[in-house]
């Protein structure tokens, strides 16, 4: 057994004095539908020093990031909406991709080498900010509402701020992007959300922001194997958008702590029925998720929505109650080979990817991936 690489380093301010309490996370390449995405693996926090150690990695090329604590005015966490922050006239610090990036465009990989340590440091600058303002309407007698932005090309820059009793909200901090911008109702019994994209560009605060919370989807379906309902032996229907948003939104929790959004799952029953709550609006994808061996083989082959099968183009998920039939197909096969260089040497950890044809192309359980052995093999 190959030992695991370690990543070690420190964080520090733009006077070189240690962040204290930073996360620091790492992230490999995931490929989809929408091409390269970064894929959380985890992290730590640094020590008073600004020191941290992430052990146990497979040798991989990963990129890394520093989000400030609260205590450094980071990119993370809700705020009081109405409350005076003076930090915005001096900039404030925020998430930083390796080497020093505040763009991830500009962020380079990290290459890990097994039983080796690799020093990373990072030395945090702040940045211009703004605020960002706008109302939550059409809500509930005495709902609680909450609402964050997060930047389309990482989850790690998250910002939030409760709702008012006039259904104000103000964002502050917020440096130039591409945002998603949520608000939801998270303690509520039956969630309302409502989501949108902005863009934050120059040095002017933005206001005016107005968003307009919903109810969501019940879908209640049933799962059937080659026509015929198998009880007992499978798990999980998740279904995830296709129609566009950011990139992270499948892997960010958005549910009773008004953070983010996971995909919503729904186990299975034995008779193969199955029901989704509160889905919000969007087109979706349905996958099917199992534990068992026998059935990784398996894959969405059909979803019947009254007469129509919608497999291809998305269920439309807009409030209401859906009602689904889906069916499962043993199609997936297997593919093995070696992955060698220009001087026929074996590539060891190298990810290999299977890419559907085009017209599976936005379906997101077609793309398969594997990552060679040390002899090349996948």
Do not use: W
Not at 7 to 23: I, N
Not at 24 to 34: A, C, L, M, N, T
Not at 68 to 89: E, L, R
Not at 97 to 126: C, K, M, W
């Amino acid at each position: 057994m190959l030992a695991g690489a370690i990543l070690t380093g420190r964080v520090l301010d733009e006077d070189g004095d240690p962040m204290s309490d930073a996360d620091v996370r790492i992230y490999r390449r995931r490929f989809g539908p929408k091409g390269v995405r970064l894929e959380p693996l985890g992290g730590t926090q640094t020590n008073d020093l600004g020191e941290f150690r992430i052990g146990g990695l497979l040798a991989d090329k990963y990129f890394v990031c520093a989000i400030p604590a609260v205590g450094f005015q980071n990119m993370f966490g809700v705020q009081k909406s109405g409350v005076k922050d003076a930090t915005t006239t001096q900039g404030a610090y925020v998430t930083t991709f390796y080497p020093n990036a505040t763009d991830r465009a500009q962020a380079a990989p990290i290459e890990l080498h097994a039983g080796e340590e690799t020093p990373v440091d990072f030395s945090l600058s702040r940045v211009h900010t703004v605020k960002v303002r706008g109302s939550v309407v059409g809500l509930p007698a005495n709902a609680e509402a909450a609402v964050m932005i997060r930047a389309q090309d990482s989850y790690a820059v998250m910002l939030g701020s409760e709702v008012d009793k006039q259904g104000k909200f103000e964002i502050s901090q917020v440096s130039p992007g591409l945002y998603t911008i949520i608000a939801t109702t998270p303690m509520a019994d039956s969630p309302l959300s409502a989501r949108r994209t902005i863009q934050v560009v120059g040095d002017a605060d933005m206001d005016g922001i107005v968003l307009a919370p919903l109810a969501g989807t019940l879908i209640r379906g049933k799962l059937h194997f080659d026509g015929k309902v198998k009880p007992g032996t499978y798990d999980n229907v998740v279904v995830r958008r296709i129609d566009g948003g950011d990139e992270f939104s499948d892997i960010i929790p958005f549910a009773s702590d008004g953070i983010g959004t996971l995909p919503p799952v729904a186990h299975v029953q034995p008779d193969g029925s199955f029901e989704l709550k509160d889905v919000p609006s969007g087109i979706y994808e349905v996958e099917f998720s199992s534990a068992v061996n026998a059935l990784q083989g398996y894959l969405v082959d059909s979803v019947v929505l009254g007469t129509k099968d919608v497999v291809e183009t998305g269920l439309k998920a807009n409030g209401g109650t859906l009602t689904i039939d889906v069916t499962l197909k043993a199609i997936a096969g297997e593919v093995i080979g070696a992955v060698q260089n220009n001087k026929s040497e074996p590539l060891p950890s190298t990810v290999v990817v299977a890419v559907p044809e085009e017209k599976y192309r936005k379906r997101e359980n077609r793309y398969k991936k594997s990552a060679t052995d040390q002899q090349g093999r996948f």
